[in-house]
């Protein structure tokens, strides 16, 4: 079909693209609004979760869009204190490092992507924790919201991934 004002080419939607627009709207969506829940093991759970499902549903260009927003909406909703700005940039790196390690390992082991990914992106950020701690003292109280708690959410979400796959996935594919 010919747009005539514009002279572009308008194409009809495959379902495939359709079924894609529609995953990524969601899994953004997700992403964006579970800062909203206020606390960190759930809202990090959940984002490395979409993560992770991003990364298998979608692929990495798609996961790493994702990834951009949910720090920003988790220092605006309070879960993130305001003196941790300087970090953000750093978590959203580290949700890159997780993205990428795992849509590179997920190839061989899922169980070994989310492990692995998860460990990168905890050693990222406790790297980076400790060099801004000893920049920031003021930084000290919070060193387990930079490292800890990071792995924790990392690997729930990746356990949550798992499920989702072996469970959810590979019985809708089945029918």
Not at 84 to 98: C, D, E, G, M, Y
Not at 112 to 118: E, L, M, N
Request: proline fraction near 3%; charge should be positive; hydrophobic fraction near 60%.
């Amino acid at each position: 079909m010919q747009n005539t004002s514009t002279g572009l080419a308008l194409k009809r939607l495959d379902s495939k693209t359709a079924v894609a627009i529609i995953q990524f709207t969601v899994l953004f969506g997700i992403a964006v609004v579970a800062p909203l829940f206020g606390e960190q093991l759930i809202t990090g759970t959940i984002v490395n979760f979409i993560l992770f499902v991003s990364v298998f549903l979608l692929g990495t260009r798609s996961a790493i869009l994702i990834s951009l927003f949910p720090s920003l909406i988790a220092l605006g909703v309070g879960i993130l204190p305001s003196i941790l700005i300087p970090i953000i940039p750093f978590i959203i790196v580290s949700n890159v490092l997780l993205i990428m390690t795992f849509g590179v390992l997920s190839k061989t082991n899922y169980w070994f992507a989310i492990v692995f990914a998860s460990v990168a992106k905890f050693l990222f950020l406790t790297i980076i924790g400790f060099l801004a701690i000893s920049s920031f003292k003021t930084l000290l109280p919070f060193i387990n919201i930079i490292g800890g708690t990071q792995l924790i959410t990392s690997l729930s979400g990746g356990l949550i991934t798992i499920l989702f796959i072996n469970v959810i996935w590979k019985n809708k594919t089945k029918k």
